[in-house]
């Protein structure tokens, strides 16, 4: 400003700007806070931009989503499998097989038989290792995948009595081969056995594991009637007769070296009694 309080020629062609310079610092002060307020607000606004980016580009959203995805999917991939392999029954009763295989089990009048199944006092040799007899079985049922099952109706099945411990991979292998050309195998356990039978069942050849099944005999019916204390084989050959007793061939304490192969005396003469059975 000149000496006569007037504003002197500008020649930098700014605008004229009026400033006023208080006398005391301390008026400043609301000026300063407002100041640092504005600092505070663009710093959060930065940082909330750097989160949103972080986020939405390169950051862990991206990630997160394709984890997500790949769970879904397998997720949907195990119950679908499960939700197939639950639903499994006993083989559909082939030409010449006993419709009450498949049935579902029906009230009886007739009175219940001794929980301990008896045999009659005949029994005869009908091939290798192969012995035929007649025993009571009692209205038992034997759980396969949830469902009862008729014990009497099982004829033309191969039934394969699990004891504990059992180290015959090799001999249930082949007999999940016989009646897999037959009516089928079924692996039965008792309550103390059954999650043997159905660890051997699992660990079949898909390929034959489709006709094996794994029952629940939960009053070990089928090991009272003949005495099996290692494994053992069992085919129900025909329907009860009048008197309550049913005819059936069976192969107790079978070692695992007479069930070598499908060609074995065993083998074949389990074989030929299953198709024998299926035919009458």
Not at 42 to 63: A, C, F, M, S, Y
Not at 122 to 128: C, D, E, M, N, Q
Not at 224 to 253: E, W
Request: hydrophobic content about 40%; overall charge positive; some cysteine.
């Amino acid at each position: 400003m000149n000496p006569g309080g007037e504003p002197e020629r500008d020649d930098t062609g700014l605008p004229p700007v009026d400033i006023e310079i208080p006398d005391d610092a301390r008026e400043l002060d609301r000026d300063v806070q407002a100041y640092l307020r504005e600092l505070r607000a663009e710093r959060r606004r930065q940082r909330r931009r750097r989160l949103h980016i972080g986020l939405t580009r390169d950051g862990v959203i991206l990630p997160l989503l394709a984890c997500c995805l790949i769970l879904a999917l397998i997720t949907g991939t195990l119950l679908t499998v499960f939700t197939a392999t639950s639903d499994q029954l006993v083989p559909p009763p082939r030409s010449g097989t006993n419709t009450q295989k498949s049935a579902p089990p029906t009230a009886t009048t007739s009175p219940p038989a001794s929980p301990s199944a008896s045999a009659s006092a005949s029994a005869s040799a009908v091939g290798p290792g192969l012995t035929r007899t007649t025993v009571r079985l009692p209205d038992a049922h034997v759980m396969v995948s949830g469902r009862p099952i008729l014990l009497r109706g099982l004829i033309g099945t191969l039934l394969v009595l699990i004891p504990p411990r059992c180290r015959c991979m090799a001999a249930i292998r082949t007999l999940a081969s016989i009646g897999a050309h037959t009516g089928g195998t079924l692996l039965v356990g008792t309550r103390g056995t059954i999650a043997e039978a159905q660890r051997l069942q699992l660990q079949l050849n898909p390929r034959v594991s489709t006709e094996v099944f794994a029952g629940l005999d939960a009053q070990g019916v089928l090991q009272k009637a003949v005495s099996a204390a290692r494994l053992t084989t069992v085919v129900i050959t025909a329907p009860p007769t009048g008197s309550g007793f049913q005819p059936l061939a069976y192969a107790s304490d079978v070692p695992s070296s007479d069930l070598s192969s499908a060609s074995s005396p065993l083998s074949v003469a389990l074989a030929s009694t299953l198709k024998a059975a299926l035919k009458g």
